[in-house]
């Protein structure tokens, strides 16, 4: 089932996010070093959930919630962002539930929602390394087929 957030979901999926993302953050940790990373993620155990935090404290009615036997498996934030074009941000499946569809359910409700909200078009953006490819099969899968490739660098001071 996908539902609206609800106040009582948000430790619930500050938790989800905060594991979904701890591949991710390792990968970054080993590309750009303990040093960086930790420069720029500092406490990164806990840094998704903060992020998922501040959406919800300033944007509640835009957060979708999978619910499956009572339980949260996952999350999908919603952003109206550039005039027609919705945005999708950070969303999870819960690693540990085994529960299969959830992504997709997660974006079609997305669709429907930026839909009804006046948007033509909706983006998501994601990392073009390992630990992002299943979340890039999942963007494929909902039928997301354009995109800008970018790279970030950085450099000691």
């Known amino acids: 089932m996908i539902r ?3 106040p009582d979901d948000l430790p619930i999926i500050m938790d989800l996010g905060d594991r979904a993302w701890q591949p991710i953050y ?3 940790r080993t590309q750009l070093g303990g ?7 500092p406490d990164a155990g806990r840094a998704k959930g903060r992020q998922i935090k ?9 957060m979708l919630i999978c619910e499956r036997g009572g ?3 996952g999350f999908c ?3 109206l962002a550039d005039g027609k074009v919705g945005e999708i941000g950070s969303n999870a499946v819960d690693p540990q539930s085994g529960e299969k569809g959830v992504g997709q359910e997660l974006y079609q409700a997305a669709f429907a929602w930026f839909t009804a909200h006046g948007c033509t078009h909706v983006k998501v953006t994601t990392g073009l ?4 490819a299943p979340a890039r099969r999942a963007y494929a899968r909902a ?3 354009q995109h800008c490739d970018f790279v970030t660098y950085y450099r000691k001071l």
């Not at 040093?35 to 993620?41: H, I, K, M, S, W």
């Open 77 to 79: 934030t919603l952003l």
């Open 26 to 28: 390792a990968l970054f």
């Open 54 to 62: 501040v959406h919800c404290d300033q944007h509640p009615e835009g």
């Open 143 to 145: 039928g997301f087929e």
């Open 4 to 6: 609206m957030f609800r």
């Open 71 to 73: 339980r949260v498996v």
């Open 35 to 41: 040093e960086l990373f930790d420069a720029t993620r």
């Open 129 to 132: 390394d390992e630990a992002h």
